[in-house]
């Protein structure tokens, strides 16, 4: 009798360990097919699938995990690939191995993306000394982080002397030759958060980027300027260019700050010499945030100036044409910018939307590869979120065949396309409608995609949870599956 009752025992403890066994056998297969169908496709997909299944595997499977982030760090750093897929690569690493993690990510290429990454991921656990190690360590390499401003920001309220010590430091190693647009827009924030606990070193930091700013050559090489809005007092005050887009905050800070300073370089405010002297102490902070920013081409900036945040009463004139009319008229100023652009509006019929993708998906064919999948693929979304059944298959065929030339494309928009990852959205958008309509489409990059599917599937068989309904029965998420759930939160606060 004894024997029975440990035969039973022992088969009890078996069986939820096989079920979590053959679980992780199916995990471990699936994995197996995304880097089978990672040999097949191009380095930018191969690199972004391992990033992918990485973040996917990280909770429930460590090992796994780590697998695929480091065969997307050795890739990236063969094909010397940079941008945002770096951070994401970075996030996995330092999650799973946080010390041998960040010593990989250091040594991935384009280390910005990497710093900012691992800047991020210190501030998140509350670390802010070695959040303010790595942030040195970038500084002094000529990199500038925008984490550091979060991390001045989310030290300074405990400890004001660290941030106002780091700012210091940061300030002190700034090389103008290296300061861009983003930097200057990034620090003036910055300099306002110490500038209550070291007036001193808030104002000797705008002095300096005042330097930067005025000089007639910053900001000139790109092909894009900020235009900004600001509210001075009673005001609001509009500027065009990015210099002086960034010399307005600057001046209402060394006008309160610094106002010899501000009064020896009073030529370079001129255009506001009425609105910055009337923002009220304490106001400064509010008065330099715009209240509306963006990036123009500075060819059509010229064009629009004086008009782009003119909110002016016109004249009533003669009875307008629909908005749809009116935007359909105006598509053949750029044919496809403007067909994508109304694609994403919200008020058009299901014939409008209808007719503006059959149209894209008429020129696609006239556009260079690039300009092609960005055309396919919005409308490839559209169709799918509209329920547009008559352009899905033709959009999916069109996008299928624009990515395949994509490929082969060694055209500068090519190539920058690949290189930065914009075509990715587009292998994503395809295989979840060839999956979920049977299409059948030969492209690596796809087969890719749709390996993660599997993998995501395969993921999703033990997440599962039970919540009451209204009538009080317990309903389980894996129950409703092909059903639309509504969770209805609430509190009696």
């Given amino acids: 009798m004894p024997r029975i009752c440990c035969l039973l025992a022992v088969l009890v403890a078996v069986l939820p360990l096989s079920a979590a066994t053959k679980w992780d056998q199916r995990v471990e297969k699936a994995a197996a097919a995304v880097r089978a169908a990672n040999a097949r496709a191009p380095v930018e997909i191969r690199a972004d699938s391992d990033v992918k299944a990485a973040e996917m595997l990280r909770a429930t499977h460590p090992q796994l995990a780590w697998q695929f982030a480091t065969a997307a760090a050795e890739e990236l750093k063969a094909a010397r690939r940079s941008g945002a897929l770096n951070q994401r690569l970075t996030a996995v690493l330092m999650a799973l191995k946080p010390e041998e993690g960040g010593r990989i990510a250091r040594e991935l290429p384009d280390g910005s993306s990497a710093y900012e990454g ?80 070291d007036p001193a070193a808030a104002g000797a930091a705008l002095a300096r980027l005042l330097d930067i700013v005025s000089n007639e050559k910053f900001g000139a090489t790109g092909q894009m300027e900020m235009v900004a809005q600001y509210k001075l007092g009673d005001k609001t005050v509009e500027t065009y260019g990015t210099r002086d887009s ?35 102490p304490g106001e400064e902070r509010k008065a330099a945030t715009a209240t509306r920013s963006s990036m123009q081409m500075r060819e059509s900036l010229a064009r629009r100036q004086g008009s782009f945040f003119s909110e002016a009463p016109r004249p009533a004139g003669p009875p307008k044409p629909t908005p749809f009319e009116r935007a ?111 299409l059948h489409v030969t492209n690596p990059g796809v087969a890719d995609r749709l390996s993660l599917l599997d993998l995501r599937d395969v993921l999703e068989e033990n997440y599962d949870f039970k919540l009451p309904g209204i009538q009080g029965s317990d309903y389980a998420l894996r129950a409703q599956k092909g059903r639309i759930v509504m969770l209805n939160f609430w509190a009696t606060w």
Avoid at 130 to 156: N, P, Q
Avoid at 172 to 179: G, S, V
Avoid at 254 to 278: C, V
């Fill in 246 to 280: 960034l010399l307005l905050p600057i001046g209402i800070y060394l006008h309160s700050l610094d106002p010899q300073l501000y009064e020896k370089n009073a030529k370079l405010f001129d255009k506001w010499r009425g609105e910055i002297p009337a923002v009220k």
């Fill in 328 to 438: 359909w008229k105006s598509v053949m100023l750029s044919p496809s910018i403007q067909l994508q652009s109304l694609l994403r509006r919200n008020d058009l019929t299901e014939a409008q939307r209808l007719q503006t993708a059959r149209e894209l998906l008429r020129i696609a064919p006239s556009l260079d590869p690039a300009q092609r999948v960005l055309a396919a693929s919005a409308v490839l979304r559209t169709a799918s979120d509209h329920d547009l059944k008559p352009v899905l298959k033709p959009a999916a065929v069109a996008l299928a065949a624009a990515l395949a030339d994509l490929d082969k494309c060694a055209d500068a928009s090519c190539v920058d396309m690949r290189e930065n990852g914009r075509a990715l959205p587009s292998y994503d958008d395809l295989a979840a409608v060839v999956r979920q309509s049977h």
């Fill in 118 to 197: 691992l800047a991020s991921y210190w501030i998140k656990q509350k670390d802010t000394a070695r959040a303010a190690a790595v942030v040195k360590e970038a500084w002094d390499k000529g990199i500038y982080l925008r984490a550091a401003t979060r991390l001045i920001a989310s030290i300074r309220p405990t400890q004001p002397e660290e941030a106002a010590a780091l700012f210091r430091y940061l300030f002190e190693r700034l090389q103008p030759e290296k300061t861009t647009t983003d930097t200057v827009q990034m620090l003036i924030p910055a300099a306002q958060s110490v500038m209550a606990n």
